[in-house]
């Protein structure tokens, strides 16, 4: 039935400083902005490398994500990336922390975290 993954949307408070974030420092490709008058919203919809989709959406005053303890839903969202210690540092030389990078103790790939401006957790997974 499913022929592969579409996309995943998020909510920002601040969009111009996600649009920066996701665009700018993550380096994403923009396919479509679009202004949406009668929900005072804008929607930019992003390309991730290899296929799929990151919709962002603004909208007035959204209530703070859970954090601790985890809340039911979505937990994170990871990037591969070829090697994750020149990731991290690209990151970090933009003044974005950088959790220690760690070893999935499963498939022996390693693996960060970091936190887009809203504090939505991202990972970095080395593949």
Do not use: N
Not at 4 to 30: M, N, P, Q, W
């Amino acid at each position: 039935m499913l022929t592969g993954f579409h996309h995943v949307a998020l909510i920002c408070g601040d969009y111009a400083r996600s649009k920066a974030f996701y665009t700018e420092l993550l380096g994403l490709e923009i396919i479509a902005e679009t202004y949406r008058e009668a929900r005072d919203s804008w929607k930019l919809d992003l390309a991730l490398p290899g296929g799929g989709q990151i919709e962002l959406f603004s909208f007035p005053s959204p209530p703070d994500r859970p954090d601790r303890p985890e809340a039911k839903g979505l937990r994170h969202l990871a990037f591969s990336v070829t090697d994750v210690e020149d990731a991290k540092q690209r990151l970090e030389a933009q003044g974005v922390p950088v959790e220690p990078i760690r070893t999935d103790e499963l498939t022996g790939k390693r693996f960060t975290f970091f936190a887009d401006p809203d504090g939505l957790p991202l990972e970095l997974y080395e593949g």
